[in-house]
């Protein structure tokens, strides 16, 4: 939020404090899922996407009231607020989903918050020098970015699909594969 005073007034708009706030919130929003599973309560799904869908919530208000108050020459400072807005929500839910499989896989809280953002991001660096197109079908920051930008469009669609497939389903399948070998 703060880049929003240092940067240009014909840059200062929703989409750059929208991007900073959710990209930001998306490091700690998985940490809430992480601990939940590993604690196997039962309405770990609830609880910690409510929170992620509050977070979010919280990100874009206070992504708005800068914006609104920043003072700013931009063109449209709310271009693309649908998207963003949108974007918030998806993004933050695809990071409690990293959260919550990690959770289960590991069964350990604090190791999987932690391995929530060593792993997505690790593999984000290694494809930013090995594979950059690979990062957005792979990687959920990669997915992200386009929703944060307020750029998402019809193109997205196959890689976002793949990654949530990817982060939020299988690993979700296998983490509640391990957590029942577990109790066996």
């Known amino acids: 939020m703060l880049s929003q005073v240092g940067a240009a007034e014909a840059d ?4 750059s404090a929208s991007g900073v706030a959710q990209s930001l919130i998306s490091v700690g929003v998985p940490f809430i899922g992480a601990v939940a599973a590993a604690r196997r309560e039962r309405s770990v799904f609830r609880l910690a996407l409510g929170y992620a869908v509050g977070l ?3 990100g874009l208000v206070a992504s708005i009231l800068v914006a609104w108050l920043v003072p700013s020459t931009a063109s449209d400072r709310w271009q693309h607020a649908v998207v963003l807005i949108v974007g918030a929500f998806v993004t933050q839910v695809v990071a409690q989903l990293v959260g919550i499989g990690l959770g289960r896989l590991i069964g350990r ?7 929530t953002i060593v792993i997505p991001l690790g593999l984000y660096g290694v494809l930013s020098a090995a594979a950059p ?3 957005p079908w792979l990687t959920p920051l990669g997915s992200a970015m386009p929703w944060w930008k307020g750029e998402f469009g019809g193109s997205d669609w196959p890689p976002f699909l793949v990654m949530l497939a990817l982060w939020g389903l299988a690993l979700n399948l ?3 594969y391990v957590a029942r070998s577990r109790r066996s």
């Open 56 to 58: 979010a919530a919280v």
């Open 133 to 135: 197109d690979a990062r």
């Open 12 to 15: 200062r708009t929703f989409a």
């Open 174 to 176: 296998a983490g509640l």
């Open 109 to 115: 809280g604090w190791i999987a918050a932690v391995l």
